[in-house]
T-cell receptor
């Protein structure tokens, strides 16, 4: 079975400060990992994904995440927070297998990011 | 390019009433999904479909039914609404079962 935990349901950072959102996963098979962002009153949109190529993955809006198998982690970072980064962030996992059948995408509970001016 | 469109965006029901949420995608995706989002619980999969004419249960299917008569549409039905079904519902679609494209959500309140 797969699962995702996100440490911290709410994170506050100052504008210009480092953003670090934590994600740890559990998977018995090689995983695909994702970060999605949800702005207020909108659906989720993909920030970045790890699909077993490079372990450091770059996404949109200056975000990146590093896959660390030994730590079963996929933390999301951004060097300098902007006011527009305030949103809910979801980490998700699915299995890295031939996609000839459905494998569930498991979402974490989410982390709400606030950016203080 | 509309992507994934959900209707209606808001709805208020009384306990016991029925309703249908419509999801339409124009990306020719094979897979479609219905999730519900509740505070502190992330997204939970209700039902999904891996192709036209097929449906399957997700994590929380009780009280919901779905149909996928056309590839581009995925309908979520509540036959007898309950207050526990008050939630924000998201439809999503994907070409294969990994990267999801989400709709904007449908907020349902059951009184």
């Amino acid at each position: 079975a797969q699962s995702v935990t996100q440490l911290g349901s709410h994170v506050s950072v100052s504008e210009g400060a480092l953003v670090l959102l934590r994600c740890n996963y559990s998977s018995s098979v090689p995983p695909y990992l994702f970060w999605y962002v949800q702005y207020p009153n909108q659906g989720l949109q993909l920030l970045l994904k790890y699909t077993s190529a490079a372990t450091l993955v770059k996404g949109i809006n200056g975000f990146e995440a590093e896959f660390k198998k030994s730590e079963t982690s996929f933390h999301l970072t951004k060097p300098s927070a902007h006011m527009s980064d305030a949103a809910e962030y979801f980490c998700a996992v699915t299995s890295n297998r031939m996609k000839t059948s459905y494998d569930k995408v498991i979402f974490g509970p989410g982390t709400s990011l606030s950016v203080i001016p | 390019n509309a992507g994934v469109t959900q209707t209606p965006k808001f709805r208020v029901l009384k306990t016991g009433q029925s309703m249908t949420l419509l999801c339409a995608q124009d990306m020719n995706h094979e897979y479609m999904y219905w999730y519900r989002q509740d505070p502190g619980m992330g997204l939970r999969l209700i039902h999904y479909s891996v192709g036209e004419g097929t449906t399957a249960k997700g994590e929380v299917p009780d009280g919901y039914n779905v149909s996928r008569l056309k590839k581009q549409n995925f309908l979520l039905g509540l036959e007898s609404a309950a207050p526990s079904q008050t939630s924000v519902y998201f439809c999503a679609s994907s070409l294969r079962a990994n990267v999801l494209t989400f709709g904007a959500g449908s907020r349902l309140t059951v009184l």
